[in-house]
Nanobody
């Protein structure tokens, strides 16, 4: 079982910055993809950014050029640097990771979520 814990959320004014962190434990587990999702009230959860173990990165269209995802695989840490925040970025942000065990036909991928951290951008 992998546990994910986010930190760094809070309230910031329009144009401000925040950096979210997520730690996965136990540290000995090798994680594959890591990602940040967010969910605003009344809306579906959406992908913010994802980073694979080899460093390939994808961003949601609304955050390109403003947010930066990174990870430290040896520490099972992931980060989301958020700059130039606007009110539409207000949401609960969740970190996500998956882990594959076994090989070939016996391979199994498990998916894990953090509990979420609130980000509020005020005008």
């Amino acid at each position: 079982q992998v546990l994910l814990h986010e930190s760094g959320g809070g309230t910031v004014q329009v144009g401000g910055s925040l950096k979210l962190s997520c730690v996965a434990s136990p540290i000995t587990f090798r994680l594959n993809a890591c990602a940040w999702y967010r969910q605003a009230p009344g809306q579906q959860r959406e992908l913010v950014a994802a980073i694979s173990r080899d460093g390939s990165i994808n961003y949601g269209d609304s955050v390109k050029g403003r947010f930066t995802i990174s990870r430290e695989s040896d520490k099972n840490m992931m980060y989301l640097q958020m700059n130039n925040l606007n009110v539409d970025d207000t949401a609960v942000y969740y970190c996500y990771a998956d882990r594959t065990t076994g090989k070939g036909g016996n391979a199994r991928t498990d998916h894990y979520w953090g509990q979420g951290t609130q980000v509020t951008v005020s005008s």
